[in-house]
């Protein structure tokens, strides 16, 4: 692979209630593990920092289909919820909603431009056939 840019990062510690940091400094950060899946809560976690990573990725595709489509879309929004549960053996497994608003655009092309950002994400490139992902387009 050509990389144009390599981000890295080191986890150290214990694990889900370790630390983590890049290597830029940008960010730095003690983990913990959620009250749900029996820790103490009060730190990041790994689906957290997945979702923020997928929905800040996603809309940067979105924005540039629509950019390419010239659809202006300026107060268009993406959010993500990435579920972690058993998978049945023994690991976990991921799953990922993403809903998009685009405010002003009909729903149609709404989604059109969802389902191309779909295809361009390195992020949904990078779970395709992995994971399951779900996008949901609304207008508010």
């Known amino acids: 692979m050509d990389a144009s840019y390599t981000a890295e990062a080191l986890a150290t510690g ?18 913990a593990v959620p009250k749900e899946m029996g820790g103490a809560g009060g730190g990041a976690n790994p689906e957290e920092l997945f ?31 990435v579920h ?3 998978d049945g053996q023994g690991g976990f497994v991921l799953a990922v909603d993403l809903e998009v608003v685009i ?8 989604q059109a431009l969802a389902d191309a950002a779909h295809q361009v994400c390195p992020y949904s490139n990078a779970t395709r056939g992995n994971i399951e ?8």
Request: hydrophobic fraction near 40%; charge should be negative; aromatic fraction near 2%.
């Open 14 to 31: 214990a694990g889900r209630s370790g630390h983590v940091a890049t290597t830029t400094g940008t960010l730095d950060m003690d983990l």
């Open 51 to 81: 979702a923020a990573g997928y929905a800040a990725c996603f809309h940067s595709a979105l924005q540039m289909v629509a950019r390419t489509q010239k659809v202006p879309i300026a107060h268009s929004s993406v959010g993500s919820r």
């Open 84 to 86: 972690i549960g058993p």
């Open 103 to 110: 405010p002003d655009v009909d729903h149609d092309r709404a």
């Open 133 to 140: 992902v779900t996008i949901s387009v609304s207008d508010d």
